[in-house]
């Protein structure tokens, strides 16, 4: 299974050839988004998570991954601020990948049981309009997953002004837990290490 970091929380997630992109974006401060799939999945219908004109959508069936999906806020207030987020579980390959969208909240052992033990953890860390890097790790922590993927944060120019940068979330970890990635996208296998991964946004 290939994971690519197309920017911001937007992911591709390949196997057999079938492709899901999750989390398409329009913002302002990034290069504008333009890739192709076979289907897309989105959090919530923010533009900076649901921009599905950035994608060439070609449908097509056998889709190696099987989808579940858990329900969740966008703000710590049962969504009274920013409203509902979708949690998407993705499994192929015997893997389970797990795309936490714009979640805002630290997650309920109903909304836990599902996630805990994935394969791989793609995470919101820059806060204000999510979960903060310590709430973020306390989150992962109890998700306990193999691969843990910070996004939503500020890079460089990129993202928005009031979110943090990655480096709050990776300070967490010791420098022996983390690999930062020359490229965007990364192999997970049965058997990948134990630790958090950066991809490189390559736009």
Not at 5 to 20: D, K, M, T
Not at 120 to 132: A, E, K, R, S
Not at 178 to 185: K, M, Q, T
Request: net charge negative; hydrophobic share 35%; proline share 6%.
């Amino acid at each position: 299974m290939k994971l690519t970091l197309l920017g911001h929380s937007c992911f591709a997630v390949e196997s057999g050839g079938y492709r899901v992109v999750l989390d398409p974006y329009y913002v302002e401060s990034y290069p504008p988004l333009h890739t192709s799939a076979n289907e897309v999945l989105c959090s919530h219908h923010h533009r900076d998570h649901d921009f599905v004109e950035a994608v060439e959508l070609t449908p097509r069936g056998g889709s190696p991954f099987t989808v579940e999906t858990v329900q969740a806020f966008h703000d710590d207030q049962g969504g009274a601020l920013r409203g509902t987020n979708t949690i998407h579980v993705l499994a192929a390959e015997g893997l389970r990948v797990v795309h936490l969208g714009d979640l805002g909240h630290e997650l309920s052992g109903e909304q836990l049981a599902p996630l805990r033990g994935c394969d791989t953890l793609l995470i919101p860390v820059g806060g204000f309009y999510t979960i903060d890097a310590e709430t973020a790790k306390r989150v992962a922590d109890a998700i306990a997953p193999r691969v843990i993927v910070p996004m939503h944060y500020r890079h460089g120019s990129h993202g928005y002004d009031v979110i943090a940068t990655v480096e709050d979330f990776l300070r967490l970890y010791p420098a022996d837990e983390v690999h930062c990635l020359d490229g965007s996208s990364f192999e997970l296998t049965p058997d990948a290490p134990r630790g958090v991964i950066v991809p490189k946004f390559m736009g």
